[in-house]
């Protein structure tokens, strides 16, 4: 009958401290009255903890108004700022830093639709995913690879973890590379299922900021609530192996150019067929003033696997250069020891604030990734 409609449910979520005082009672109540358990599956999440990791309760006064922040940040930055780095079950303080993550997603995926309508113009006409670019390749197989991701960790019940690949995804994948690459290598069927795929994937997780933007495309009729979760498009597999070699290289070549004096870089190269392919595509993501061929090495080589290329400078500034960088090397290594003794100290880690331990184990890493970085670029020297 009505019952039907409403009862037995799938799922039961709750905060973990309810388990055994209204969880428990609930199933056993429903056995009782209908020989029928209410739910199969119970998620359990964690408690939103204050700023120092206490309780929130209004008798200590250290509780959270979520309109006000709602009201400043919108509620599509609440939402993520609450998901993010939030496993199940896992008891976590609050953190206005990751609202304010939040509320810089949203903003970036505006100006990636501002950016992609503007190109594709009002006549435009959805035809799906045409790659034809290295670069087109290779966003079609990240977009592929964060769907399939985000889906699996979606039926999973791991949200945080589906919220961390669509904002890297989003952010790295799409906007810092894949926009950037567009700006040289034009294809606007490409850029249409780009922003399509990427407010798809969003939604879950900001849903009012996607419905929006999705109602102002042209091409688009129907809400993206019911639209369909993105379906594995056709790429070549070594033409974005190729961009992510590609991205390598500009990696390397913006690191060392930023240390050198002089302002923007010309990359030289002797025999690179992904180089004399894609020289004005490198020359703009590296932010480079040219991409020259030379028949002799010289300059400083950059330290990226199965690439012969160079930045054009004198024997000084390489010698002033080589000079810097061992003086930075030394300077790193000490900062690293002085981390790895701080973190080794059982008091410190018990006693001072989580959010200053976490931040501690997190300059360690960056400082190990940097330092590898430094010697691998010395070694080429």
């Given at each position: 009958?009505?019952?039907?409609?409403?009862?037995?449910?799938?799922?039961?979520?709750?905060?973990?401290?309810?388990?055994?005082?209204?969880?428990?009672?609930?199933?056993?109540?429903?056995?009782?009255?209908?020989?029928?358990?209410?739910f199969?599956?119970?998620y359990?999440?964690?408690?939103?903890?204050?700023?120092?990791?206490?309780?929130?309760?209004?008798?200590?006064?250290?509780?959270?108004?979520?309109?006000?922040?709602?009201?400043?940040?919108?509620?599509?930055?609440?939402r993520?700022?609450?998901?993010?780095?939030?496993?199940?079950?896992?008891?976590?303080?609050f953190?206005?830093?990751?609202?304010?993550?939040?509320?810089?997603?949203?903003?970036?995926?505006?100006?990636?639709?501002?950016?992609?309508?503007?190109?594709?113009?009002?006549?435009y006409q959805?035809?799906?995913?045409?790659?034809q670019?290295?670069?087109?390749?290779?966003?079609?197989?990240?977009?592929?690879?964060?769907?399939?991701?985000?889906?699996?960790?979606?039926?999973?019940?791991?949200?945080?973890?589906?919220?961390?690949?669509?904002?890297?995804?989003?952010?790295?994948?799409?906007?810092?590379?894949?926009?950037?690459?567009?700006?040289k290598?034009?294809n606007?069927?490409?850029l249409?299922?780009?922003?399509?795929?990427?407010l798809?994937?969003?939604?879950?997780?900001?849903?009012?900021?996607?419905?929006?933007?999705?109602?102002?495309?042209?091409?688009?009729?129907?809400?993206?609530?019911n639209?369909?979760?993105?379906?594995?498009?056709?790429?070549?597999?070594i033409?974005a192996?190729?961009?992510?070699?590609?991205?390598?290289?500009?990696?390397?070549?913006?690191?060392?150019?930023?240390?050198?004096?002089g302002?923007?870089?010309?990359?030289?190269?002797?025999?690179?067929?992904?180089?004399?392919?894609?020289?004005?595509?490198?020359?703009?993501?590296?932010?480079?003033?040219?991409?020259?061929h030379?028949?002799?090495?010289?300059?400083?080589?950059?330290?990226?696997?199965?690439?012969?290329?160079?930045?054009?400078?004198?024997?000084?500034?390489?010698?002033?250069?080589?000079?810097?960088?061992?003086?930075?090397?030394?300077?790193t290594?000490?900062?690293?020891?002085?981390l790895?003794?701080?973190?080794?100290?059982?008091?410190?880690?018990?006693?001072?604030?989580?959010?200053?331990?976490?931040e501690?184990?997190?300059?360690?890493?960056?400082?190990?990734?940097?330092?590898?970085?430094?010697?691998?670029?010395?070694?080429?020297?």
């Open positions: 009958g009505e019952l039907s409609k409403f009862y037995p449910n799938t799922m039961m979520e709750t905060g973990h401290d309810l388990l055994d005082r209204w969880t428990a009672r609930m199933i056993m109540l429903g056995l009782y009255v209908t020989d029928t358990v209410p199969k599956n119970v359990l999440h964690g408690m939103v903890l204050d700023e120092h990791g206490q309780k929130m309760s209004k008798s200590k006064g250290n509780v959270i108004n979520p309109m006000e922040i709602i009201a400043e940040y919108g509620s599509d930055a609440l993520m700022g609450v998901v993010a780095a939030r496993s199940a079950g896992q008891n976590q303080a953190s206005m830093a990751k609202v304010v993550a939040g509320r810089n997603f949203c903003n970036k995926l505006w100006n990636i639709a501002r950016y992609i309508e503007d190109k594709v113009g009002d006549a959805s035809r799906g995913a045409n790659p670019t290295i670069a087109d390749h290779w966003v079609v197989q990240q977009l592929n690879q964060a769907a399939d991701e985000i889906a699996q960790h979606l039926a999973d019940h791991r949200f945080a973890e589906a919220a961390e690949v669509v904002y890297h995804t989003i952010w790295d994948a799409v906007a810092d590379w894949y926009i950037e690459a567009s700006k290598q034009d606007p069927d490409m249409a299922w780009v922003l399509e795929t990427s798809k994937l969003a939604h879950p997780f900001a849903p009012f900021v996607t419905e929006t933007i999705w109602e102002t495309l042209a091409w688009e009729e129907a809400l993206l609530i639209a369909r979760w993105p379906e594995q498009e056709k790429f070549d597999a033409a192996g190729e961009f992510t070699q590609l991205q390598k290289l500009v990696a390397e070549a913006r690191f060392v150019a930023s240390e050198l004096p302002g923007r870089q010309t990359l030289l190269y002797e025999n690179d067929a992904l180089i004399a392919d894609n020289t004005a595509l490198i020359a703009h993501l590296a932010k480079l003033a040219a991409v020259e030379i028949e002799k090495p010289q300059g400083l080589r950059l330290a990226v696997p199965n690439r012969e290329a160079w930045l054009k400078i004198d024997e000084e500034t390489l010698y002033e250069h080589q000079t810097k960088l061992e003086l930075r090397i030394a300077e290594r000490t900062f690293i020891n002085n790895q003794g701080r973190l080794a100290n059982e008091g410190y880690v018990k006693n001072a604030p989580e959010k200053i331990v976490a501690t184990r997190q300059q360690l890493a960056e400082q190990q990734s940097l330092l590898e970085r430094l010697e691998h670029e010395l070694s080429v020297l």
